[in-house]
């Protein structure tokens, strides 16, 4: 665990301008959501993000982060996280998650989510549930006095209530002019351990859980993360303002009705 004084406190100016870049690359993750179906290619999905990021005067954060080609992850059922957008067409059935960041007035955020394409197995709709409602657990731990242990025992603890495994190989982090900074955020943890939570800090808490086992590994291009025994895993992920009263969700965006968010493509 890193050592607390290496985390960036956040001014409330400072935070006003991640708001705003939460804001935007929350809107732009309801988009892509919007854009999932059946027989859609994942690049395509990628275009239309770092078009709507770019048309809105920010940068995709991920292209050319450590030399990684794309503006979104894109991580089709066993992969985990950091997946290569490609050609492949989403079919019925897939677990697609997309993970999305973007850099605006030097502030990033950073967001992503698992959607169901099409009709999806129960089993695996479940997956999605529990990992979202993990997230919710952990943002309810995100506040002035808790400690970094509390967002970990909130994810791990209910995702292993159902059986499911934690990643511990990816974690969360602290967000702010870089993508990544202090501390790391472990899915995983004990309650009241870890440094402390105090107001100005800004978090990216992101559960990847795995309906299989925890273990995973990178495949030949260098990024893709899939589980090691090819089950299907779950991403959520939000950044959260820790303010006086407690977590401010800064990629949370009003949920639009399905036909609205379609996007047209030419
Ligand atoms: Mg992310
Ligand atoms: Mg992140």
Known sequence: MHDS??????????????????????????????????????????RAAEKMI????????????HGFPFSICASVNEQVVHGFPSIYKLKEGDLFSIDCG????????????????????EEWQKLIRVTEECLERAIEQCRPGKHL???????????????????????GHGIGRQMHEDPQIPNYG????????KAGYVF???????????????????????????????????????????P???TRVPVVHQQSVVMSCN
């Open 5 to 46: 004084r290496m985390i960036i406190g956040k001014s409330k100016k400072e935070i006003d301008k991640m708001r705003a870049a939460g804001q935007l690359v929350g809107s732009v993750l309801r988009e892509l959501r919007g854009m999932v179906a059946p027989g859609i290619t994942t690049i395509e999905i990628d």
């Open 54 to 65: 770019r048309d809105a005067g920010a940068l995709p954060t991920f292209k050319g982060y």
């Open 102 to 121: 973007v850099t605006l007035e030097g502030f990033v955020g950073d967001t992503a989510t698992t959607v169901p394409v099409g009709t999806v197995r």
């Open 149 to 171: 242990g509390d967002i970990g025992w909130a994810v791990q603890e209910l995702a292993e209530s159902h059986g499911y495994a934690v990643v511990r190989d990816y974690v």
């Open 190 to 197: 004990k309650p009241g351990k870890g440094p402390k939570i």
């Open 204 to 246: 990216a808490v992101e559960p990847m859980v795995n309906l299989g086992g925890h273990h995973t590994k990178v495949l030949s291009d260098g990024w893709t993360v899939v589980t090691l025994d090819g089950q299907p895993s779950a991403h959520s992920e939000h950044t959260i303002a820790i303010m006086d009263d407690g």
């Open 248 to 250: 401010e969700v800064l």
